[in-house]
């Protein structure tokens, strides 16, 4: 199955811009659909974004809506969750997943069949 490898998290201050990067190390990507999670310590693993494996739907999260951006590049094998306006609520460990299967499951991370080691992502205040 593909394997996914997540980058680009890092500290950034309020109100700052990140841009994560998954990317499928091996198998293809371009017929899973793929999702952001995040979990932040003492909580909860939460669904952030997910993406039709065409790209041609779409799905976030109530409390990123507006500021984050997921896209996907199928020819890079990479998909890209674009985060502005960070705020220090925002800071979690980020997943990528894959999955095949109905796209309308899009925000149950149980269903995702493959998931990347995480990438940390810190606000501060």
């Known amino acids: 199955q593909v394997q996914l490898v997540e980058s680009g998290g890092g500290l950034v201050q309020a109100g700052a811009s990140l841009r994560l990067s998954c990317v499928a190390s091996?198998?293809?990507?371009?017929?899973?659909?793929m999702g952001w999670f995040r979990q932040a310590p003492g909580k909860e693993r939460e669904f952030v974004a997910a993406?039709?494996?065409?790209?041609?739907?779409?799905d976030y999260a109530d409390s990123v809506k507006g500021r984050f951006t997921i896209s996907r590049d199928n020819a890079k094998n990479t998909v890209y969750l674009q985060m502005n306006s960070l705020k220090p609520e925002d800071t979690a460990s980020y997943y990528c997943?894959?999955?095949?299967?109905?796209?309308?499951?899009?925000?149950?991370?149980?269903?995702?069949?493959?998931w990347g080691q995480g990438t940390q992502v810190t606000v501060s205040s």
């Open positions: 993406i039709s494996w065409t790209g041609g739907s779409a």
């Open positions: 997943a894959a999955r095949k299967g109905y796209y309308s499951d899009y925000k149950f991370g149980g269903l995702y069949d493959r």
């Open positions: 091996e198998g293809f990507l371009s017929t899973y659909h």
